[in-house]
Each structure stands twice: as structure tokens, then as C-alpha cells.
């Protein structure tokens, strides 16, 4: 079933859906950016999660590499996050120099986690020494991407050999999904690497105001 709906994926207008997705999120943003105005209206963000969930869940269901998103490039198979990576994940990191506007205002995995937060009101509050395993991530993300650029055979160290479920990165996920109850945000505050470079980018706009 998970290959049937993949191949449905792949084979469809889906990736002209998501591109025409991205170049409204920028006009949006332009919008936004000369009326000063705010995107209150939660209907966008059920639209774009609509529309690019599959792109978010599907390495963490079926993947070539034991870590998923990153070795996109010398993937043998392509899933739907590997064939737009190029163009998406640039897309995301622009569209976050205004604050993190993508990950706040459409970004899937965070109207998820904000619903999830709604849904249970227990917290766990964490050390604040836990904010460093994003930059580590993040870190751990850029040099494997440079590293994969100048050799390929770099992901033989996560390579799987057959695009199948991965328990060990599905358990991983679960935990993950069952923390963002209790943890508002917690992929997108601990974990993402796109919006860890969103939150260093905010911080040094942040400074940059502060000294003008």
C-alpha cells in the first residue's frame, strides 16, 4: 500500500502542486512584507499541510539510508522530498529570513505539533543545555551535504541497500511524534535543520536591529 501510494505521488501533477505551492508562500510573504499585515487565518496552514505532509513523512516511512533527508543526492531511488529537495529546501530557508515565516505561518510538521500541543496540556519542560542538539544537528547536516558533494561514497555508512521501512528510523520518528505532545514544537525547536538555520538568522537580525 505504502509503495502504491508512493507511486501515486510520482507520478502525478503532485510536484507541479508543491512548486506552484512554494511561489504562492513567496508572494505571500511579499504581501506581507509591504502591507504589513499578518497571516492570521489558519485555513493556509491546513492547506500547506495538506499538501506537503507526504513530502515530510515519506523518508521516515521508506528510505535508502538509515538517516533520512540528507543523502538525497546519491539516493538510487528517489522519494518525493528527494526529488524537490533542490528546490524546497532553498525555499524554505528564504522564505525563513522573515522570521521564520515558513515555519511559523505553513510549514506541515508545525501545524501538527501546534494541534498536538492543543491536545494535551502536560508539559515537560527541558534543560536549556537541550537547544545546543539543534546547532549539533544542524552542524551534523551541513558537512554531511558538503562531504556527500565531493564523495558519494560517504553514504555507505547509512546505506540501507533496498528502499524499505526502516524500524529503527520509524521508532525514532514515533518517539519523536509522542515527545511533541508534551514538548510544543519539539522537531521543529530540537531537531529541524531548517529551522535551526531560521533561528540563527532571527538571532543575528535580532542583534544587527539592536545595535542600529
Do not use: H
Not at 67 to 91: D, L, Q, Y
Not at 101 to 118: A, E
Not at 119 to 146: A, D, E, G, H, N
Amino acid at each position: 500500500m505504502i509503495d502504491d501510494l508512493l507511486n501515486l505521488f510520482l507520478n502525478s501533477n503532485y510536484f507541479i502542486l508543491l512548486y506552484i505551492s512554494v511561489i504562492i508562500a513567496f508572494i505571500l510573504l511579499l504581501s506581507k512584507l509591504f502591507r504589513k499585515t499578518e497571516l492570521k487565518n489558519n485555513t493556509l496552514k491546513i492547506i500547506y499541510f495538506i499538501i506537503f505532509l507526504p513530502v515530510a513523512a515519506i523518508p521516515f516511512i521508506k528510505c535508502y539510508f538509515n538517516v533520512p533527508f540528507i543523502f538525497c543526492k546519491a539516493c538510487p531511488r528517489k522519494c518525493v522530498f528527494g526529488e524537490v529537495r533542490p528546490f524546497i529546501i532553498p525555499s524554505f530557508l528564504l522564505l525563513n529570513l522573515d522570521k521564520r515565516f515558513w515555519c511559523y505561518k505553513l510549514c506541515p510538521c508545525g501545524t501538527l505539533q501546534d494541534y498536538q500541543k492543543k491536545l494535551c496540556k502536560k508539559r515537560i519542560k527541558l534543560p536549556s543545555s537541550f537547544t545546543y542538539l539543534r546547532y549539533i544537528i544542524l552542524l551534523f547536516t551541513v558537512i554531511m551535504v558538503i562531504l556527500l558533494i565531493f564523495n558519494e561514497n560517504l553514504k555507505n555508512l547509512f546505506f540501507v541497500g533496498t528502499y524499505k521501512i526502516i524500524i529503527p528510523t520509524l521508532i525514532i520518528a514515533a518517539v519523536i511524534f509522542f515527545l511533541c505532545f508534551f514538548i510544543p514544537r519539539f522537531w521543529c525547536n530540537y531537531i529541524c535543520p531548517v529551522g535551526s538555520f531560521g533561528d540563527l538568522i532571527l538571532k543575528i537580525e535580532n542583534k544587527i536591529k539592536g545595535k542600529i
